[in-house]
């Protein structure tokens, strides 16, 4: 997405007369828009939050990517508006222009890769085991203890045969 916005960006004016590529690259930032942060929209939070708070996170990290595409959409239509006072669209104050914005877009992809690449990755370990997380050993006598009777004394021990 980030090499897409900048080929946009950087050769504007070109693209303005040559329809076909731009729709090209165009086109190819919605793929991997849809290949990259789209996947990792549902796949990160479901991988880096523990267990007994997945659901929770998983919650809040959906409504913040909600809540940072409203903006998104609403900044790209102010941000690309003509810095031209003539040309701006009705309604509207100057912006930074198109080019700019996809600049900015391509610097925002950029962040976005950098954010990625801090989430750990889990190998096949448990989350708790990643955080350091480990349930406390259960006292004798609790569920999964089987209790025994030994001349007026109690001893737990573990039963680990198969059930």
């Known amino acids: 997405m980030t090499v897409s916005m900048c080929v946009l960006a950087t050769w504007y004016n070109y693209w303005l007369r040559h329809?076909?590529?731009?729709?090209?690259?165009?086109?190819?930032?919605?793929?991997?828009?849809?290949?990259?942060p789209d996947a990792?929209?549902?796949v990160v939070p479901a991988e880096i939050f523990p267990t007994r708070l997945r659901s929770t996170c998983h919650?809040?990290?959906?409504?913040?990517?909600?809540?940072?595409?409203?903006?998104?959409?609403f900044g790209f239509l102010y941000a690309s508006q003509s810095k031209d006072p003539a040309k701006v669209d009705k309604g509207y104050s100057p912006g930074i222009g198109m080019q700019g914005s996809l600049f900015v877009m391509a610097g925002?992809?950029?962040l976005g890769i950098l954010f990625t690449l801090l989430?750990?990755?889990?190998?096949g370990k448990s989350l708790e085991e990643l955080s350091g997380e480990t349930e406390a050993e259960e006292p004798a006598g609790t569920?999964?203890?089987?209790?025994?009777?030994e001349a007026g004394t109690a001893s737990a021990t573990r039963d680990d045969s198969p059930v």
């Open 19 to 36: 329809y076909v590529g731009f729709l090209v690259f165009y086109g190819l930032s919605f793929f991997f828009a849809n290949f990259g």
């Open 40 to 42: 990792t929209t549902f």
């Open 59 to 73: 919650g809040i990290s959906a409504a913040a990517g909600k809540a940072g595409a409203i903006v998104g959409a």
């Open 108 to 110: 925002i992809n950029l």
């Open 119 to 123: 989430v750990p990755e889990s190998n």
């Open 143 to 149: 569920a999964g203890d089987d209790v025994k009777e």
